[in-house]
């Protein structure tokens, strides 16, 4: 029994994205076709002991759940109506290959435009997606996320029924509206990403299972969605960033400078399948967005196999062309870096000293991080040691609070 209860959770974990969106196909609701999939989970822990695994596991659950989904709509009074809304799928028989290459055609794509529709609120996207298309449970949500699982579950059951009530249909948007919902896709899964390549708080670093699974969510709507620039931007650079994992903290789990790192722990197989992806988005044409102009920065770390050989001219000329692109406080702090290994610490502490009264930094950690940094290569100690101990004050990340003491008191040393 304990064999096969194993078997049902492994396949469902890596196949219960594929579940939900084949039943939300037909129910037109995450909610409902979530607890349809769940009502097949339990049908299988009941009769696979009995029967055996199938040869095609996911596909018997993926049937049952819409078997359920089918009976729950013709119980409806509304029957009919919904019969010429769902149509063929009703019939379990596959949609007809749409005329229009622009037309995706995609259960698992409409699943991706649903949980991360900008009705919700962030938190709302970010636990949904990791819900639905991550396959985490709530606690394992909870835990990335520093939250308690009360919380998360509320947010997971607010975010489905604000769906509901907001009517959003479980659809590609087309045009205009797919490039806005598109952008949201694409920030849930960076932010997902983020903290787990930079935990904002807690006692580590990093969080590998969250990069993991943004890094999977990319590359599935990457699949899905191969002709679309960004799309493939951002899998760039995240393959690209992610490349870097092994080497940003020591054995003791203690942060370690993009300068200090032994880029031979560097993977490798990430730089390049990092590097194709950005040769993808390039390929797509038109001016590269956001991410792929944040992956073109990644690959020039990437391609410098020590610390003294990056080009930092052409980074700091691509953060200048992103903050044109997408402008933001934190793209003109990371741009003011740039400048300062490009042109010296003096012209980038003037760029960052410009950021000093920006609200949106007020209580931004890598501010004063920086400004210290800046300092301390222009021989003014005092003044850097000063900026270390804020941004040690600012961060609520155990690791990064104990690296900006210890430059701090490192500092003229």
């Known amino acids: 029994m304990t064999e096969v209860s194993s078997a049902v959770e492994a396949v469902f974990r890596i196949d219960s994205a594929r579940i939900i969106a084949a039943t939300a196909r037909v129910v037109r609701d995450v909610g409902i076709a979530e607890e349809l999939a769940q009502d097949a989970l ?14 095609r596991p996911g596909a018997w659950l993926t049937a049952a759940a819409k078997h359920r989904a089918i009976d729950l709509v013709r119980r409806k009074e509304t029957y009919a109506r919904k019969l010429a809304e769902v149509g063929r799928a ?68 607010r975010a489905k029924r604000t769906l509901g009530r ?23 899964i960076y932010l997902i990403f983020n903290e787990g390549y930079a ?17 999977r969510l990319a590359r599935l709507l990457a699949g899905l969605m191969e002709r679309e620039p960004e799309v493939q931007g951002l899998v760039a650079l995240l393959e690209l960033q992610a490349s870097r994992t092994r080497a940003r903290t020591g054995a003791d789990g203690a942060p370690v400078l993009l300068a200090d790192q032994n880029r031979s722990r560097w993977d490798r197989l990430l730089i390049r399948r990092g590097f194709a ?33 990056t080009d930092w001219v052409t980074i700091a000329a691509l953060y200048g062309t992103l903050a044109k692109t997408a402008p933001s406080p934190v793209v003109e702090l990371n741009r003011a870096v740039a400048v300062s290994m490009a042109e010296g610490a003096a012209a980038g502490l003037a760029l960052t000293d410009a950021l000093t009264h920006d609200p949106a930094l007020t209580a931004y950690h890598l501010l004063p991080s920086v400004r210290g940094d800046l300092l301390e290569r222009l021989g003014r100690d005092e003044e850097a040691r000063a900026e270390f101990l804020r941004a040690a004050e600012l961060t609520r990340n155990a690791r990064e609070r104990a690296l900006l003491l210890s430059r701090a008191r490192d500092v003229s040393r």
């Not at 339990?42 to 040869?55: F, H, T």
């Open 42 to 55: 339990v049908a299988a822990l009941e009769q696979w002991p009995r029967s055996g695994v199938p040869d």
């Open 90 to 157: 009703l019939e379990d028989v596959p949609p007809p290959e749409p005329a229009d290459p622009e037309d995706i055609d995609d259960d698992l794509l409409r699943l991706v435009f649903t949980s991360c529709h900008p009705v919700l609120p962030t938190e709302g996207r970010v636990a949904l997606t990791l819900r639905l298309l991550g396959g985490l449970t709530t606690g394992e949500i909870a835990r990335a996320f520093l939250a308690t699982e009360p919380a998360v579950a509320q947010r997971i059951v």
């Open 166 to 188: 907001a009517g959003v249909p479980f659809e590609v948007p087309e045009g205009a509206e797919r490039a806005a919902r598109l952008s949201s896709v694409l920030d849930v």
């Open 199 to 215: 935990a904002t708080a807690g006692d580590d670093l990093l969080r590998p299972a969250l990069c993991e699974d943004a890094l």
């Open 277 to 309: 992806a950005l040769e993808r988005a390039h390929a797509a044409g038109g001016a590269p967005g956001p991410y792929a102009l944040q992956a073109a920065i990644a690959a020039c770390h990437a391609r410098a196999f020590r610390y003294e050989d």
